[in-house]
């Protein structure tokens, strides 16, 4: 369900690529102001055309709550000043390119604006949070907020504190991602790739291994992944699929849990991506989608 901000708060985007530009129509949506940044104002032009094309895509599908493409549009508001931006937010929400250096620019720079109370979140896939804060003076208040793409489409958004962030910002954040129709989930710790891309990455990897040990074709592959895993795992949970799969989470565990182990330890070493099966599944993906 979406709720709405009955008091008109405002979130500050920083970045006006396309993850700044769905960030800004999921707030817009919620009933938020929104300020998108960006040094050049050639792009925040580019940013406001294109968060109004967005919007009218949404409400074209019925997913802007009976609201008007316009009247939400009218919440967006663009600007190349960052102290413009960051004035009287409560939340924002970085996206700028995946570079270590970069995000540590951006984030001093967000830090000399930055009140005591807003939160400071990062769109990052995969650099974690202590990487790019730890010289702050507002570091507490800092934290990832990674979407999935299209975020208006795929609501999952994982939110990875640092060791230093403060646990009221990870319950503000979670809060605040609820209220915008998004669907959380919160890392407990750091860790490299994050929780969807490390389940991402070992389901490519074994398809990998599949297809490069003459196992299976890559075109059988992707059908093992369509026609079975895909449909259960596309409303259901993999613990919960576990649950279900026999009487109770104890049970399969007990049934399957050996033969679990004994097959996930033929999965290693981890492969390249490269050579010569690079070639195969590359023939293969051009054959079927030209």
Not at 35 to 51: F, N, P, R, W
Not at 74 to 98: F, M, S
Not at 183 to 195: D, H, I, R, S, W
Request: hydrophobic letters at 40%; aromatic letters at 6%.
């Amino acid at each position: 369900p979406l709720f709405r901000s009955e008091k008109g708060e405002k979130v500050a985007i920083i970045g006006s690529g396309l993850i700044g530009r769905c960030w800004a129509t999921l707030f817009a949506r919620a009933g938020y102001l929104v300020s998108i940044y960006d040094i050049d104002s050639e792009q925040v032009k580019g940013a406001l055309a294109a968060t109004l094309a967005i919007l009218e895509d949404i409400e074209s599908q019925d997913l802007l709550g009976g609201q008007e493409a316009s009247e939400v549009h009218k919440r967006i508001q663009g600007t190349n000043e960052l102290e413009d931006a960051l004035k009287e937010a409560i939340h924002v929400q970085e996206c700028v390119p995946e570079v270590v250096d970069l995000k540590r620019k951006v984030f001093s720079q967000l830090d000399r604006f930055a009140s005591d109370t807003v939160v400071l979140a990062s769109s990052t896939s995969c650099i974690v949070p202590s990487l790019f804060t730890d010289e702050l003076k507002h570091r507490s208040q800092c934290i990832v907020a990674h979407p999935v793409n299209p975020p208006y489409y795929i609501p999952l958004v994982e939110l990875v504190p640092a060791p230093w962030t403060n646990p009221d910002v990870v319950k503000r954040t979670r809060a605040l991602m609820s209220n915008i129709g998004q669907a959380p989930v919160t890392l407990n710790k750091e860790v490299n790739g994050f929780v969807l891309n490390r389940l991402q990455y070992a389901l490519i990897m074994e398809a990998w291994r599949l297809v490069e040990d003459g196992i299976c074709s890559p075109e059988d592959v992707d059908t093992a992944m369509v026609e079975g895993l895909a449909q259960r795992y596309s409303f259901m949970g993999i613990f919960e699929t576990m649950h279900l799969n026999a009487d109770g989470m104890k049970d399969y565990c007990e049934r399957y849990g050996a033969n679990i182990k004994t097959v996930c330890e033929t999965q290693s070493p981890a492969r390249d991506l490269s050579g010569d099966t690079l070639s195969v599944v590359n023939s293969a993906m051009e054959r079927r989608v030209p």
